[in-house]
Every structure is written in structure tokens, then in C-alpha cells.
């Protein structure tokens, strides 16, 4: 059989790691080949072996057949390979077309010939219906144009085989369904696309073959069209998984968090929480649906303190935390995981042990008079990491070591461990495979039958209906409905996070 790209027995090792332990994948011309596996389960380091960001200890690479040594990315390129990574590479005060052809500028005269450049890149992306403006900064387009830069980055460079690492984890649902047809059409030029993810949905819709890796070994490839979502989930992370989180009826008692005609504008000046009003009750989970940029980000920022409101009253317990600093707030009983975890959640470059005590180090028994006492910040770490099944070689392992998902578990273990009053949960399962989505899924539950008040904020309208136990939908920066999860659907969501109608007041 004819394979555009195969990976044979490839050994990848880190200190104290055996990250790929004789994996082998096989890649035809023509089809979407997804790569499933846990978070740390080895796939991002497979496709950088693939993409010549590592080099493996064993194992063979093979293009079309013939045997390669794919030293570095341009190497990679140079057999047609492109990668569109998960964290995207971009210069946010470059031009769309600056960023695509940064270290391969055409040139005319010895000098860059951007108009050129701008050419290729409309039609590029005109013949793939990527719909993106070349002229246009990174700073001023959204998180899915730029992952559609990323992916004209690789086509302008001339790749036949796409590898995508976790591309739908900061993409709202419309912008993931833009981004499977934009995939298909791929397809349909003759490209090959390597998945990297652990959404077993869209592997089902979108891929035809699917091969599982579970902690550095290679488990089995099968046909998609012959698997289901609950065979996937056993093969990926060995045991059966529960798609639906048991919990007994909330009791809802004290109101903790109380919104009254809150507005809130963002950096641009421009007003996106328009006059809104919110509460949330001990013992229950308040869901918040919605389309992303219509003041989710700035509702949460003002709660937590990284945003000044304009007007209105924000009160925990009773509390007005109205501009207060963020600390502050923080020792009110407030805890917050943030949707952005590198930017709000982590300190990339402190070790992990550091990082699980970034909001209580100054505080017994981390540290007396000021010096902090490591050896208890260690034994907190080790016990958090074991809780929360953190793969990471060590807690003094860098947090940019960790991938994607483990990072989001350290942060989720300090957040939900300091167990506040109100916990803010804004993406919480992003990047998390389904055994970890479970497990956090379960310490919500768990937090709000000690009586905690969560607010949950999630592009995944499962989750949302899930979890919630009231569901609460923003639109255009004000709450245009409070609904109970059994009476609605996705599909009644939708249109009304679309700005449809319904004869429903605020959220209160």
C-alpha cells in the first residue's frame, strides 16, 4: 500500500521520559488521519519528531516511499510538510502577509516584494476559502483567523501533508464547523492531514482513519467508519468513560455573587457588558452560553479584578468587590480558572511546584516572615499532582514542559483546592482529554455539593448542559435568558446566543 508519509518504530526520549516508545503511523494520500491519545500521552512529540523539531532516538521516517532525516522545519518543508501549531507562532504587529512569508520573503530589486506576496497569499486564500483580509494586523483579527494564517503559512511554503496540533481548543463551535469544511477542502486539492486531538466528536465527523496512542505506546489504527465515540475513549485511556457527570438534584441556598446593572468596556474602550445583571448561589452551578466576544471576557475580568467596571455593583457575600485588586478579591473567597491559561493562569517558566501555590505562597504554612518554606510548597505540589494525575517528569519541571492539558490540571488543582466561596471556572476542560474532563467535571460537582457557588463559563455547549444547573445565555453584553437544563437543547442555545428572541427575562 502507497503512504505518503510513515513513521516506523520511533523512540523519542526526554530525562526521566520515554515520551514515544516504538510508535508507528502510517499516513495515505488523500485522507484525514487523526492521532488520538490522553494529554502527555506523546502526540505533540511524535509530530515534532515528524516536523523536525526533535530528533528521535530509534525509528525511521519515510515521504512517498523514501527514506528521510528530517533534521529541522525546513527540512520538513522541503518534503512538504507543514505544521499548524496549537500555541500559534505569530508576530501580533505584522501584516497577515508578513507573517506568512517571515524567513521566505520573495524579493525584487533586493527589496521585500510584498505587493507580490499579498497576491499569493489573497489567492491562496481565495482557492481555499480561508476568507482572510492579507492586509489585515495579527493584534486586530480573531483567534480563528489567525489559526487560518497558521494554515496559509503552511500552504505558502508548499505543504502536501497538514499536520493540525489540537486546532479546534480555542475556537468557538462555529468557528470549529468553518474549520472541518476548510479541512475537507484540503482534502479535496490532494493534501493529507495528520489531527492531532482528543475530541472524539470531531474525529467522528471529520477523519477517516484514527490511530491511538496511550502513555508513549502505540495502541491500535482503525477506520473510523468502523469505531464509535465509546470504543475511542476505552482505547485512548484504557478503562470505560463516563460521557455524562451523575449528580444529585442542587440545592441552591445564599446568594455568594450578586451582578447588579454591571458595564464593562474592554481595552478598546468600546462597552461590552451593557447594564448586566447576574447572581450565583451556594450549592449550584450557573452555566454561561454564549457566542465568544459578546462580554464573556470582560464579565469575568471585572468579577476577578483584571478589569475596571464603568458602573454597577459587584457583591460577594454581600461584599461589594466593585475595582478592587485582584488579590483582594482573591482573599474575599473568590478562585478563578482563567480561559487563558499561558497569559492569566501560570508562570511559564517557574516549576510546577511553584505554580500550584501562586495564590496562597505568602501565606503559613508556604512561607513566615516573608521566606518562603519550600518544603512544604513541595509536599502540597506532590500531593496535588498525584490528585489530579498532573504528568509531569517532576514538580520542579518548568510549566511550558507540561503540555497543553497538564498545564490546565495544575491550574484547575490550585483553583478548585483553596475550595472559595465562588469559584469562576471560564474553560476549565480546554485542551483536556475525556478521562481528564471527567475527573474535573466531577471536582465541580464535588465543590458545589459542599455548598460552593461556580460560575462556569464554556464554548461547549455540552458541558454547559451537563454541568449547569441553571444555564444563563449572554448576548450582545447583556443575560437574554435563565433556563433549566432539562427544558433545552443545543439547538435552542444556539439561537439564542445568535440573538434570537425568547419570551425569557435576565438571569437573576
Not at 493584534?139 to 489559526?147: H, P, W
Not at 470582560?298 to 468579577?303: G, H, N, P, S, V
Amino acid at each position: 500500500m502507497d503512504y505518503i508519509i510513515e513513521m516506523l518504530h520511533i523512540r523519542k526520549e526526554f530525562p526521566g521520559i520515554v515520551a514515544n516508545d516504538n510508535i508507528t503511523l502510517q499516513v495515505k494520500k488523500g485522507e484525514i488521519h487523526a492521532l488520538l491519545g490522553e494529554n502527555g500521552a506523546g502526540k505533540s512529540t511524535l509530530m515534532n519528531v515528524l516536523f523536525g523539531l526533535y530528533q528521535p532516538e530509534e525509528g525511521e521516517i519515510r515521504v512517498k516511499g523514501k527514506n528521510v532525516k528530517i533534521t529541522n522545519p525546513s527540512v520538513a518543508n522541503h518534503y512538504g510538510i507543514g505544521m499548524v501549531h496549537q500555541h500559534f507562532m505569530l508576530v501580533d504587529t505584522f501584516t497577515v502577509t508578513q507573517n506568512i512569508i517571515l524567513g521566505s520573503e520573495p524579493t525584487k530589486k533586493g527589496q521585500i516584494d510584498l505587493k507580490t506576496a499579498e497576491k499569493e497569499v489573497q489567492e491562496i486564500s481565495d482557492r481555499y476559502g480561508l476568507k482572510v483580509d492579507p492586509k489585515a494586523k495579527i493584534k486586530d483579527i480573531s483567534v480563528g483567523m489567525q489559526q487560518r494564517v497558521e494554515i496559509l503559512k503552511t500552504l505558502y511554503r508548499g505543504a502536501d501533508v497538514l499536520i493540525f496540533d489540537e486546532p479546534t481548543a480555542v475556537l468557538t463551535p462555529q468557528e470549529i464547523d468553518e474549520l472541518m469544511d476548510i479541512m475537507k477542502s484540503l482534502i479535496k486539492e490532494g493534501k493529507s492531514i495528520i489531527l492531532i486531538t482528543h475530541k472524539l466528536k470531531e474525529i467522528m465527523i471529520a477523519c477517516d482513519m484514527c490511530t491511538v496512542i496511550r502513555n508513549g505506546k502505540g495502541i491500535r489504527t482503525i477506520p473510523v467508519a468502523n469505531t464509535s465515540v465509546e470504543e475511542l475513549a476505552s482505547l485512548m485511556v484504557g478503562r470505560k468513560v463516563s460521557f455524562k457527570t451523575e449528580k444529585k438534584v442542587a440545592t441552591p441556598k445564599e446568594i455568594v455573587l450578586e451582578i447588579e446593572d454591571l458595564v464593562v468596556k474592554d481595552s478598546r474602550k468600546v462597552t461590552m457588558v451593557k447594564g448586566l445583571h447576574l447572581n450565583v448561589k451556594a450549592g449550584e452551578i450557573v452555566g454561561i452560553a454564549g457566542v465568544d466576544g459578546n462580554g464573556q471576557t470582560e464579565l469575568i475580568e471585572a468579577i476577578t479584578g483584571l478589569a475596571k467596571a464603568q458602573s454597577g455593583k459587584i457583591l460577594l457575600n454581600k461584599k461589594n468587590i466593585t475595582n478592587l485588586s485582584p488579590r483582594k478579591i482573591t482573599e474575599s473567597g473568590l478562585a478563578h480558572i482563567p480561559q487563558d491559561r499561558h497569559k492569566l493562569g501560570l508562570v511559564l517558566d517557574f516549576p510546577v511546584s511553584e505554580n500550584i501555590v501562586l495564590q496562597t505562597y505568602y501565606q503559613q504554612p508556604f512561607s513566615k516572615n516573608k521566606i518562603l518554606i519550600y518544603n512544604k510548597i513541595y509536599d502540597k505540589a506532590k500531593k496535588l499532582i498525584k490528585e489530579y494525575d498532573v504528568r509531569s517528569p517532576s514538580i520542579h519541571t518548568k510549566a511550558r514542559a507540561l503540555s497543553g492539558g497538564n498545564q490546565q490540571k495544575v491550574i484547575a488543582s490550585r483553583e478548585i483546592d483553596r475550595s472559595p466561596d465562588l469559584l469562576i471556572a471560564a474553560q476549565p476542560t480546554r485542551g483536556l482529554d475525556v478521562g481528564a474532563i471527567e475527573f474535573i467535571h466531577r471536582k465541580l460537582v464535588e465543590e458545589r455539593d459542599k455548598g460552593r457557588a461556580i460560575l462556569l463559563i464554556s464554548f461547549e455547549l455540552d458541558e454547559i448542559l451537563d454541568l449547569s444547573d441553571r444555564i444563563g445565555v449572554i448576548f450582545d453584553g447583556k443575560m437574554v435568558a435563565d433556563l433549566q437544563p432539562e427544558q433545552t437543547n443545543e439547538e435552542e442555545l444556539g439561537l439564542l446566543m445568535a440573538g434570537s428572541k425568547r419570551e425569557v427575562g435576565g438571569i437573576s
